[in-house]
């Protein structure tokens, strides 16, 4: 059976081996080598030298290896040793010129990093590493710097809460350290919150403070400790018993007398305070009696000044209009003063047309030729007057539209040749307001002739109107009775002879 092999790839029976040469190779150079580093962190103090051991093992020669010493990541470089010789172009900035490798046991596998005048920022880990090829192996060095700091300096302050207070400080400390205060015994003694600082080079300055009351502790001393090395520094101070504050006997007395006297006082004034609350309550119970009425007064008083330049303000507006109101398009309500109430009856049904009689007869033979629509407008006229017609003076007066959906509303006026028949010398002038639908217009016409037709944008539909007529002055303006605004004025006219009010429930153009 023969095997199948695909291309660019090696038969089977030459891949397995070549995956387990590549293991073995793997497995002997993991175990050629590991690094070692000490155990316990490497203790030094500030300014001092600090070593940094490394060992390979088993024990080898390095020299021809990659040595790098750096902190958290490997680009982070402390020194780098290779081909025999260190490369400072690597190296961070502040460790050149201050660390050194020493490798005079290089070829048993043994280098130590010197690090020359430690600083504070020194301290943390170190990572040793070791490349040979593609195998490389690294150890983690532990460095604690120590910085002892400057005797602790404590004096007195001053008297302060029936004691001394007593200050103590000292500088240059790392890392943070801690201070306790003692008494001659050894005794700890509670001290104020300490407060620290830490400055541009990384070490810490300490405060502390206490306050001595008790006079027969005589001494009392500051101890700084290190909190790595527990090394201390410690100051000592004598408090003279003089220099604590002393109670008189009078002043004895009355620290015992007081309290009586105290609860003395307190009762009386309890008793004084609850007369004087009541008289208080009292007092405060009328003078809000009082305010109360004169708030009550001064608002009736100023609701009736407003009322009354309400009123006054309403007088000047109306006189106003008065002088003028020819011009002015408000107030109907006020216009209404200044015209005569019409006596008109509305008729909100169309009349039924009698066919009988001649003239019956010859109005039913010209409906059924189908006349003109504005032949006779004024034939379905809805409008009666009781003193047939106007020939002078103003009136007004008013049509409920209710819910129709078609209507025509205005006036017109009739001159009339001599006797002659009104179908042959009628010249009927109409001066309308009209709705279709949702549509309003003004027409001014007549039967032979239009003379105005303009459409209205009128956006809430009039339920209810109210027509003014001015014979002398030739004007006839409607207005909606319910909002009180203009709607049109026929400003223009020209009245001959006589006027009449005129309202069909049907538009000029579905007539």
């Not at 400390?173 to 205060?181: A, G, H, R, S, Y």
């Not at 409920?400 to 028949?421: K, M, R, Y």
Request: proline share 5%.
């Amino acid at each position: 059976m023969k095997m199948l092999r695909l291309a660019g790839l090696p038969p089977t029976s030459f891949v397995l081996p070549s995956l387990l040469l590549q293991l073995f190779i793997w497995y002997s150079a993991e175990s050629l080598f590991s690094v070692e580093g000490p155990q316990e962190p490497v203790v030094v103090s500030l300014g001092e030298d600090a070593s940094l051991p490394c060992q390979l093992l088993p024990e080898q020669s390095a020299a021809h290896m990659h040595i790098r010493w750096y902190r958290g990541q490997l680009s982070l470089a402390v020194l780098v040793f290779q081909d025999g010789q260190e490369h400072s172009d690597e190296q961070m900035l502040e460790y050149r010129g201050r660390t050194q490798l020493v490798a005079n046991a290089i070829n048993k596998g043994s280098v130590t990093l010197l690090i020359q005048h430690v600083r504070a920022s020194d301290a943390g880990q170190y990572w040793c590493h070791f490349r040979d090829g593609d195998v490389f192996q690294e150890a983690i060095v532990e460095l604690n710097v120590i910085g002892l700091g400057s005797t602790p300096r404590v004096h007195m302050t001053g008297p302060e809460e029936g004691g001394i207070r007593v200050l103590c400080s000292s500088g240059g400390w790392f890392p943070k350290p801690t201070v306790q205060w003692r008494d001659k015994a050894g005794g700890k003694l509670s001290s104020l919150p300490e407060s620290q600082t830490q400055d541009s080079d990384g070490l810490f300055s300490v405060e502390s403070s206490i306050i001595v009351k008790d006079s027969s502790l005589g001494n009392v001393t500051c101890a700084i400790q290190n909190s790595l090395s527990g090394q201390e520094r410690a100051s000592a101070i004598f408090l003279p018993e003089p220099f604590f504050p002393r109670m008189s006997p009078w002043k004895v007395a009355l620290a015992w007398t007081f309290p009586v006297l105290s609860l003395l006082l307190i009762g009386i004034s309890y008793i004084g305070w609850r007369e004087h609350q009541a008289k208080v309550l009292e007092i405060k119970k009328t003078k809000n009696e009082s305010e109360e009425r004169d708030q009550a007064k001064k608002e009736k008083e100023e609701a009736c000044k407003t009322r009354e330049d309400l009123q006054e303000e309403l007088k000047k507006r109306k006189e106003l209009y008065k002088e003028d109101w020819k011009k002015a398009l408000l107030y109907p309500d006020w216009r209404k003063e200044l015209f005569m109430s019409a006596s008109v009856t509305i008729h909100h049904e169309m009349p039924n047309k009698s066919n009988s009689g001649p003239e019956g007869k010859e109005n039913h033979k010209e409906e059924s030729q189908n006349p003109p629509a504005n032949d006779h407008p004024g034939d379905d006229n809805l409008i009666t007057v009781d003193q047939k017609c106007f020939t002078k003076g103003r009136y007004y007066w008013e049509v409920d539209l209710g819910g129709a959906d078609e209507w025509t509303l205005g006036i017109f006026d009739d001159c009339t040749i001599g006797n002659a028949p009104i179908r042959e010398t009628s010249k009927k002038k109409f001066r309308v307001l009209e709705k279709q639908g949702a549509r309003y217009r003004v027409l001014c016409y007549t039967l032979q002739d239009t003379f105005l037709e303009e459409t209205l944008k009128i956006e809430n539909s009039p339920q209810k109107i109210v027509v003014f007529l001015d014979y002398e002055d030739n004007d006839v303006s409607f207005y909606d009775i319910n909002s009180g605004d203009h709607i049109y004025s026929f400003t223009k006219s020209s009245f001959s002879g006589q006027v009449y009010p005129y309202f069909s429930l049907s538009a000029r153009s579905s007539k």
